[in-house]
């Protein structure tokens, strides 16, 4: 057990899908896995562990925000042996050829402030995703005609935001999208030497100003479920 997980060893599998939101974890864990079992609830931050097509896979909520995700994934990786975490959640739009329900996964992710920004001083870490989950997760998305962009996206410190002339700026220099997670999963992942990948679906458009209901937001993103798992077993 660690201060935030309430697992026991070896409950815990190498491969961990991370949602934000504890509710689509478990959503997930009985949609996709065989025998899923509830091993954390700790503050109500739900994880299951089951089988995916004979592998075993943890689903475990990270909660919204980089420094709740930092705390998730340092224990998950550190204390749990989890080596491949991929992030599985929503972002809105910034570019005109991204759609509501579009994937976008993560080449890379910009931000203004991590959790770990101390960690570099002066540096700006460039923080990016495993390139064999890229790959894969591209290719599975290809295969099923699914609509699919890879590139840059921006990991933001703060959900209501009144920065349109940095979203302005984003979206000038090809961002994708904005989520709230994937920089510092990216740079604890690369700490640590573990695999890391964000698979995204876009909930929202910054420029249109659509979006999905909140139910499908929790229930709805079957397919970027299965390319994740698709992506980690490949």
């Known amino acids: 057990m660690t201060i935030h997980i309430g697992a026991e060893p070896g409950q815990i599998a190498e491969t961990v899908l991370m949602p934000g939101d504890p509710l689509r974890a478990r959503w997930a864990a009985e949609t996709f896995l065989e025998g899923a079992e509830l091993v954390n609830e700790v503050r109500g931050m739900l994880g299951y562990t089951g089988r995916w097509r004979g592998h075993r896979v943890t689903?475990?909520?990270?909660?919204?925000?980089?420094?709740?995700?930092?705390i998730y994934a340092n224990e998950l990786i550190r204390d749990y042996g989890a080596r491949t975490l991929i992030r599985i959640g929503s972002a809105g739009a910034m570019q005109d050829r991204?759609?509501?329900?579009d994937l976008v996964l993560a080449m890379t992710a910009s931000t203004i402030s991590t959790p770990s920004r101390g960690s570099f001083r002066e540096m700006n870490f460039a923080p990016c995703a495993d390139f064999a989950l890229l790959s894969a997760a591209h290719c599975a998305a290809a295969a099923r005609g699914l609509p699919v962009h890879a590139g840059?996206?921006?990991?933001?410190?703060?959900?209501y935001d009144d920065r349109p002339d940095l979203n302005e700026v984003l979206t000038r220099h090809g961002t994708l999208c904005v989520e709230m997670e994937a920089?510092?999963?990216?740079t604890v992942a690369a700490r640590h030497g573990a695999r890391a990948l964000a698979v995204l679906t876009v909930s929202d458009h910054l420029l249109t100003g659509?979006?999905?209901?909140?139910?499908?937001?929790e229930t709805g993103f079957a397919a970027m479920v299965e390319i994740?798992?698709?992506?980690?077993?490949?």
């Open 59 to 70: 689903i475990h909520g990270s909660g919204m925000g980089m420094p709740s995700l930092s």
């Open 98 to 101: 991204v759609k509501l329900r």
């Open 152 to 159: 840059g996206i921006y990991s933001a410190d703060v959900f």
């Open 183 to 186: 920089a510092e999963l990216y």
């Open 210 to 217: 659509e979006h999905l209901p909140s139910a499908e937001r």
């Open 228 to 234: 994740a798992l698709e992506a980690a077993f490949a």
